[in-house]
T-cell receptor, first 113, second 116 residues
Framework: GENVEQHPSTLSVQEGDSAVIKCTYS??????FPWYKQELGKGPQLIID?????GEKKDQRIAVTLNKTAKHFSLHITETQPEDSAVYFC????????????FGRGTSLIVHP | GAVVSQHPSRVICKSGTSVKIECRSL??????MFWYRQFPKKSLMLMATSNEGSKATYEQGVEKDKFLINHASLTLSTLTVTSAHPEDSSFYIC????????????FGSGTRLTVV
């Protein structure tokens, strides 16, 4: 089955700095890679996703890159703000039907004002 | 769009009682619902997958008699924690795949269960 590794487990940055979270996956058939943000006491919320036919995707301060050959993908947050503080999860799955996503272990991002 | 409404958000119950958690898809049909358990500062642990009209599929190590899952309709899936014990205290989250253009998954807001 799929195995997703996520690093770092904790990331502490100053407001305005950039934050990068990295994930690797094992199943070359995986073709959908979403990122979720989970605030304390809430369910995860999709913030950005990327499919295997795309190498990079950007949405304002958030970007995701995918290297299919190396089987790794990364989340980049620029100009971090205190409200970006949360736990971020990466996931990998196959699209279509009811494929179960495999989640990384999560990264606790702390943005210091 | 593609919202899953999960209730209750918090519940405290006594040991030995049962608690039901509901997840409703508000604007789409959820033929499948994933149920997760999350321990503090930990990742999401898949407990079971429910499918409308058929029996749920449980992950290894999850007691099906303790965690009863029912997927009665295309918009409602329920998880009932039976004979709850303090070790069942946890954060439970449901998630449904969205078989639409974005082809992703949407999560409920979670239920914090505390068994005293």
């Amino acid at each position: 089955g799929e195995n997703v590794e996520q690093h770092p487990s904790t990331l502490s940055v100053q407001e305005g700095d950039s934050a990068v979270i990295k994930c690797t996956y094992s199943d070359s058939a995986s073709n959908y890679f979403p990122w979720y943000k989970q605030e304390l006491g809430k369910g995860p919320q999709l913030i950005i996703d990327i499919r295997s036919n795309v190498g990079e995707k950007k949405d304002q301060r958030i970007a995701v890159t995918l290297n299919k050959t190396a089987k790794h993908f990364s989340l980049h947050i620029t100009e971090t703000q205190p409200e970006d503080s949360a736990v971020y999860f990466c996931a990998a799955s196959k699209t279509g039907g009811s494929y179960i996503p495999t989640f990384g272990r999560g990264t606790s991002l702390i943005v210091h004002p | 769009g593609a919202v899953v409404s999960q209730h209750p958000s918090r519940v405290i119950c006594k040991s030995g009682t049962s608690v039901k958690i509901e997840c409703r898809s508000l604007d789409f049909q959820a033929t499948t619902m994933f149920w997760y358990r999350q321990f503090p500062k930990k990742s999401l642990m898949l407990m079971a997958t429910s499918n409308e009209g058929s029996k749920a599929t449980y992950e290894q190590g999850v007691e099906k008699d303790k965690f009863l899952i029912n997927h009665a309709s295309l918009t409602l899936s329920t998880l009932t924690v039976t004979s709850a014990h303090p070790e069942d205290s946890s954060f439970y989250i449901c998630s449904a795949p969205i078989v639409q253009a974005i082809d992703g998954y949407t999560f409920g807001s979670g239920t914090r269960l505390t068994v005293v």
